[in-house]
């Protein structure tokens, strides 16, 4: 009769836990503006019609440089945001990226944006390799590793004389009228830049992002619990690197040139920590919110003040300032204030 009762209880309470879980997720469901995104998309698609008005470059530019570090900011929130893990070495796959179809462009006239995702599946495969050896170790040891692997990559690729070395190769360039010369790179870069959007949403709402978030909260614990963390950790940063790849690939071909000096740098590697921190790492909207703001600072900035230090300060104490208020980043302390906008909660 105990026994009964007791199962009779236990599995009353199973049933009110999966009730309460279900109106909690449908209270999410009612709060997250799933169409925003999508409408925004289908704006930027019909965008290259204003070429037909007039000349557009411009804008197109900016667009298709914002969608890059999207792109690369997105990807990075696996491993940096989901994770825990802040790498400032990322640039190195952006460079594999542009290197890899740069050279099957420069030798064998295959466009860039037809090997852009064989070049982010080399990118993640060498990401997967440097992760098992990088990821033995943690917290500042791991920044440390990371800046080391950036630096061993720059000495490599300006020595290594088959790309070029530090004069770098040029590539061939479109045969496209300049009005329509940046169509194809731009819906490549948006294609891209939507694609490491939905995994990262996909991801985070997986099995293996619930691991990921375990590990950034106590990797110790996730352990003990039973997640293989160095699986996890080794598979996330092949991931991000996945996306930083295909990035880069389509970069290269869109300025026609390839060279160290413009894709084995610590901006690139430090932008995409700030746009992740400053939109909110470890969610789907932040690395998002952070890439537009930044780019749109800088630019803003320089047109004001012009190409000197005094851009840089301005961009940097706007950004001091903003994460005094949101240190959470954007998303992540309006949601934890419960203020976020529908428009900016994606999941």
Do not use: C
């Given at each position: ?14 049933e ?35 070429q ?26 696996i ?21 890899f ?139 991000s ?54 780019v ?12 000197s ?24 302390t ?14």
């Amino acid at each position: 009769m105990t026994v009964t009762l007791q199962q009779s209880t236990t599995s009353g309470v199973l049933e009110a836990r999966r009730l309460h879980n279900e109106k909690l997720a449908r209270k999410a469901d009612q709060t997250r503006a799933a169409w925003f995104p999508l409408a925004l998309m289908a704006v930027l698609v019909a965008l290259p019609l204003l070429q037909l008005t007039g000349n557009y470059n411009y804008v197109l530019h900016m667009v298709l440089f914002t969608a890059s570090y999207v792109a690369m900011a997105s990807g990075w929130n696996i491993l940096g945001g989901f994770a825990g893990y802040i790498s400032l070495g990322h640039a190195v796959f952006f460079a594999i990226g542009g290197y890899f179809s740069g050279m099957i462009l420069a030798r064998f006239g295959v466009s860039t944006i037809v090997t852009a995702p064989l070049a982010g599946l080399v990118a993640a495969v060498i990401g997967y390799l440097i992760g098992m050896v990088t990821l033995k170790v943690r917290g500042p040891s791991f920044i440390i590793s990371s800046i080391a692997l950036l630096m061993i990559a720059r000495i490599l690729f300006d020595n290594w004389e088959f790309v070029g070395g530090a004069n770098g190769v040029t590539l061939p360039v479109t045969s496209l009228p300049v009005l329509w010369a940046k169509i194809p790179y731009y819906y490549a870069m948006l294609a891209i830049a939507a694609f490491s959007v939905w995994a990262s949403y996909r991801i985070k709402h997986s099995k293996f992002g619930l691991g990921l978030r375990a590990i950034s909260k106590d990797e110790i614990k996730a352990e003990s619990a039973g997640i293989d963390t160095r699986f996890y950790k080794v598979m996330a940063f092949a991931l991000s690197a996945f996306f930083v790849g295909m990035a880069g690939a389509v970069w290269g071909e869109y300025i026609t040139y390839l060279r160290p000096n413009i894709f084995l740098i610590m901006p690139i590697a430090v932008n995409l920590v700030l746009m992740a921190i400053l939109g909110g790492k470890g969610t789907v909207a932040g690395p998002v919110i952070g890439a537009v703001l930044i780019v749109a600072l800088n630019e803003l900035f320089v047109a004001m003040m012009g190409a000197s230090e005094l851009n840089i300060l301005g961009t940097g104490l706007v950004m001091a300032l903003g994460l005094i208020f949101f240190p959470l980043g954007l998303v992540g302390t309006l949601a934890r204030r419960g203020k976020l906008p529908r428009v900016l909660n994606w999941g």
